[in-house]
């Protein structure tokens, strides 16, 4: 049978000349709640209203699909009519409606957000309006209008949100029966009394004022940095010239995580997503590819990799997942032979890093130390062989042995279960604590320490050794 959808719009009066044809059509009328202000638009007609299922749901989620159920099933009877308030776009429980039924009909009406947005006067012509339930799905946008805000925990979850995108001292209005005040988002459940005709509208300051700022805006300032009559010093950069850059950056990055250093992390991480930026809008500049691409590319890839969340693999534990991971990148990257795995490895890599990953590759095919003693057992011969190469004074031999002893080196140690690069960078971390305090006590001491010898050196970093771990 035949469903209408009404959209009785946010008061009285607001209905239609096409809906008041429908509902005198004699359709059976079911009405979502009969708490809306609109719902007096239905004053003298035998409506059936929904309120009931709103206390015998858990959360909006079951609701929705409540209230679907009750108007489909009514329609295997007869012609129904459904009525909401707002708009029927607005409403989830229309949305599902439409999907499953073929023969509905929409009669709309004037809708919460437009209604919002009219009464805030709102200047943006893209304005996003969303329910105070669904506010965990919006996204940044130049404008929004918040309908739905009709209790204090709905209020607080659009405050939230809402200080993310916009900044907890952003202008806004709140609008309700009594009209419309002007407030800091932070204030949105602070208000004295919620309803069904509740909301909140705000919208981004310029750009240069604004309080909050996404990604989209940080491609947009790296654009006009680069943009004629922008800075002399960005317009001239090019891929190649900044490359360095994000090596530095991201080094700075994993120093900040290294220290714990929370404030630190989030400017580091900043500067990261600023390089990213400057390579995407250069590219963008030249036709290559645009910030959209870049980050639908990346998802895609993530989606793609995690088949045991978003498809049919399996993973019980973290190697399993990891398994997977690298079996899906292997195909994604068209990667037949154990070869080609290794060749990707990038030649940028700090050597001792690309030496691990280099190693770990090559021994998926089976080309790796039987064991750590045997590892051991070729760091010693290696070993030997760079000391003979330096008593017969051959430099190339000795360079070609020094590179064979360092990748055993890294050999045994990745056997060990280390993370050789950060292993190294301990090592040498420690190592300069030790020689900075072993100097502290000698100068205190009034030595020379560029007249010490091999075992004066020794006995002053076992002095800083007892030192430190005092300290």
Same mark, same amino acid.
């Given at each position: 049978m035949k469903i209408t959808l009404i959209g009785l719009g946010v008061q009285e009066g607001d209905l239609s000349a096409r809906a008041e044809a429908a509902l005198k059509s004699g359709a059976k009328i079911f009405a979502r709640t009969s708490k809306a202000p609109a719902f007096a638009s239905l004053n003298g007609y035998d409506v059936r209203t929904l309120d009931g299922l709103f206390e015998s749901s858990r959360n909006f989620d079951t609701l929705n699909k409540k209230l679907a159920k009750a108007v489909l099933d009514a329609s295997k009877q007869g012609d129904v009519v459904y009525c909401v308030d707002g708009a029927v776009c607005e409403d989830t429980a229309c949305r599902m409606i439409l999907s499953r039924h073929k023969d509905t009909l929409v009669i709309d009406g004037v809708s919460k957000a437009a209604h919002i947005s009219s009464? #805030?006067?709102?200047? %943006? #012509?893209?304005?996003?309006?969303?329910? #105070?339930?669904?506010?965990?799905?919006?996204?940044?946008s130049p404008a929004v209008a918040v309908y739905d805000m009709d209790d204090f925990y709905a209020a607080s979850e659009v405050k939230i949100k809402l200080s993310d995108l916009f900044g907890e001292e952003a202008e806004c209005a709140f609008v309700s029966s009594e009209g419309v005040k002007k407030i800091k988002v932070y204030e949105i459940d602070r208000m004295k009394h919620y309803d069904m005709s509740c909301g909140v509208a705000v919208e981004e300051a310029d750009f240069l004022h604004k309080q909050r700022y996404d990604y989209a805006d940080l491609v947009h300032m790296v654009e006009l940095l680069r943009a004629p009559g922008g800075c002399p010093w960005d317009r001239a950069q090019t891929n190649e010239s900044i490359r360095i850059n994000m090596i530095e950056e991201a080094y700075e990055l994993v120093d900040a995580v290294n220290k714990d250093d929370d404030d630190m992390i989030e400017e580091e991480t900043g500067d990261v997503l600023l390089q990213a930026a400057f390579h995407t809008v250069m590219k963008g500049e030249q036709g290559a590819f645009t910030a959209e691409d870049v980050t639908t590319r990346v998802v895609k890839k993530l989606i793609f990799r995690h088949s045991h969340i978003f498809g049919k693999d399996k993973a019980k534990d973290e190697a399993d997942a990891l398994g997977v991971w690298e079996k899906n990148k292997r195909?994604?990257?068209?990667?037949?032979?154990?070869?080609?795995?290794?060749?990707?490895?990038?030649?940028?890599?700090? %050597?001792?890093?690309? #030496?691990?990953?280099?190693?770990k590759r090559a021994a998926k095919a089976g080309l790796d130390y039987l064991s750590s003693v045997s590892a051991a057992e070729q760091l010693s011969q290696d070993a030997q062989n760079c000391v003979n190469a330096l008593v017969k004074q051959d430099k190339q031999a000795a360079e070609r042995a020094c590179g064979e002893l360092l990748f055993t080196a890294v050999g045994l140690c990745r056997l060990a279960g280390a993370d050789c690069e950060q292993a190294l960078a301990d090592a040498t971390e420690q190592f300069s604590k030790k020689f900075i305090k072993a100097e502290e006590i000698a100068i205190s001491q009034g030595k020379n320490v560029s007249d010490f010898t091999e075992l004066d050196w020794k006995w002053y970093l076992m002095q800083a050794e007892n030192a430190l771990k005092k300290d």
């Amino acid at each position: 049978m035949k469903i209408t959808l009404i959209g009785l719009g946010v008061q009285e009066g607001d209905l239609s000349a096409r809906a008041e044809a429908a509902l005198k059509s004699g359709a059976k009328i079911f009405a979502r709640t009969s708490k809306a202000p609109a719902f007096a638009s239905l004053n003298g007609y035998d409506v059936r209203t929904l309120d009931g299922l709103f206390e015998s749901s858990r959360n909006f989620d079951t609701l929705n699909k409540k209230l679907a159920k009750a108007v489909l099933d009514a329609s295997k009877q007869g012609d129904v009519v459904y009525c909401v308030d707002g708009a029927v776009c607005e409403d989830t429980a229309c949305r599902m409606i439409l999907s499953r039924h073929k023969d509905t009909l929409v009669i709309d009406g004037v809708s919460k957000a437009a209604h919002i947005s009219s009464l #805030a006067r709102l200047k %943006s #012509a893209r304005v996003t309006g969303i329910s #105070a339930y669904d506010i965990g799905n919006l996204k940044s946008s130049p404008a929004v209008a918040v309908y739905d805000m009709d209790d204090f925990y709905a209020a607080s979850e659009v405050k939230i949100k809402l200080s993310d995108l916009f900044g907890e001292e952003a202008e806004c209005a709140f609008v309700s029966s009594e009209g419309v005040k002007k407030i800091k988002v932070y204030e949105i459940d602070r208000m004295k009394h919620y309803d069904m005709s509740c909301g909140v509208a705000v919208e981004e300051a310029d750009f240069l004022h604004k309080q909050r700022y996404d990604y989209a805006d940080l491609v947009h300032m790296v654009e006009l940095l680069r943009a004629p009559g922008g800075c002399p010093w960005d317009r001239a950069q090019t891929n190649e010239s900044i490359r360095i850059n994000m090596i530095e950056e991201a080094y700075e990055l994993v120093d900040a995580v290294n220290k714990d250093d929370d404030d630190m992390i989030e400017e580091e991480t900043g500067d990261v997503l600023l390089q990213a930026a400057f390579h995407t809008v250069m590219k963008g500049e030249q036709g290559a590819f645009t910030a959209e691409d870049v980050t639908t590319r990346v998802v895609k890839k993530l989606i793609f990799r995690h088949s045991h969340i978003f498809g049919k693999d399996k993973a019980k534990d973290e190697a399993d997942a990891l398994g997977v991971w690298e079996k899906n990148k292997r195909e994604e990257k068209h990667q037949s032979t154990f070869g080609e795995t290794v060749a990707a490895v990038p030649s940028g890599f700090p %050597s001792c890093m690309r #030496a691990q990953k280099v190693q770990k590759r090559a021994a998926k095919a089976g080309l790796d130390y039987l064991s750590s003693v045997s590892a051991a057992e070729q760091l010693s011969q290696d070993a030997q062989n760079c000391v003979n190469a330096l008593v017969k004074q051959d430099k190339q031999a000795a360079e070609r042995a020094c590179g064979e002893l360092l990748f055993t080196a890294v050999g045994l140690c990745r056997l060990a279960g280390a993370d050789c690069e950060q292993a190294l960078a301990d090592a040498t971390e420690q190592f300069s604590k030790k020689f900075i305090k072993a100097e502290e006590i000698a100068i205190s001491q009034g030595k020379n320490v560029s007249d010490f010898t091999e075992l004066d050196w020794k006995w002053y970093l076992m002095q800083a050794e007892n030192a430190l771990k005092k300290d």
